[in-house]
């Protein structure tokens, strides 16, 4: 069935450090695919999401490109802040909601 | 962006007790509602997907009869886990979808989530 696998956690950088969290997928049809990021103590929140291969999807400097030839959706952001200190969950959408293992970043001062 | 609610955001129970958690959109009507659980440093497993007046849709492996799901309405789902064991304290995640002024059609938005612990 469709599965989504990230790279486990956790991950500890220093601020303004480049982040990259690996995402590859598996699915039977054509999915929509999407970055979420839990704070402490809240839900869910969508990060980005990209509904097509080669979409890049973007959002508070995080980017993430949809590749079909390597089914993969990695997380990227250049410089990350002591306030991206969060879980970020890679998804999958074709029927329904597909979730990977969460990776926890740790970014320190 | 929409704004999905849970209520409690914790509770302690006694095994063989039910708790019931309610999940609300706040802003917006939600035709489809899903349960998700979570472990410890694991993904989010989907329990079940309820539509508004229907009876809900459960995973394979989930039990019907312990965690009853009710989506009475267009802004609110409940679950409640009857007979609750430790085995059954966890993380529990709804998530809503539908279309209104602040949602966008087919968008998921989540609650903070409850957590249970069965003693």
């Known amino acids: 069935g469709d599965s989504v696998t990230q790279m486990e956690g956790p991950v500890t950088l220093s601020e303004e450090a480049f982040l990259t969290i690996n995402c590859t997928y598996t699915?039977?049809?054509?999915?929509?695919l999407f970055w979420y990021v839990q704070y402490p103590g809240e839900g869910l929140q969508l990060l980005l999401k990209?509904?097509?291969?080669?979409d890049k999807g973007s959002n508070k400097g995080f980017e993430a490109t949809y590749r079909k030839e390597t089914t993969s959706f990695h997380l990227e952001k250049g410089s990350v802040q002591v306030s991206d200190s969060a879980v970020y969950f890679c998804a999958l959408k074709w029927n329904d909601m597909r979730f990977g293992a969460g990776t926890r970043l740790t970014v320190k001062p | 962006g929409a704004v999905v609610s849970q209520h409690p955001s914790w509770v302690i129970c006694k095994s063989g007790t039910s708790v019931k958690i309610e999940c609300r959109s706040l802003?917006?009507?939600?035709?489809?509602m899903f349960w998700y659980r979570q472990f410890p440093k694991q993904s989010l497993m989907l329990m079940a997907t309820?539509?508004?007046?229907?009876?809900?849709?459960?995973e394979q492996g989930v039990e019907k009869d312990k965690f009853l799901i009710n989506h009475a309405s267009l802004t609110l789902s409940t679950l409640t886990v009857t007979s609750a064991h430790p085995e059954d304290s966890s993380f529990y995640i709804c998530?809503?979808?539908?279309?209104?002024?602040?949602?966008?059609?087919?968008?998921?938005?989540f609650g903070p989530g409850t957590r249970l612990t069965v003693t």
């Open positions: 699915a039977t049809g054509y999915p929509s």
């Open positions: 990209a509904t097509k291969a080669d």
């Open positions: 998530s809503a979808r539908g279309m209104g002024t602040s949602g966008r059609v087919d968008e998921q938005y």
């Open positions: 802003d917006f009507q939600a035709t489809t």
């Open positions: 309820s539509n508004e007046g229907s009876k809900a849709t459960y």
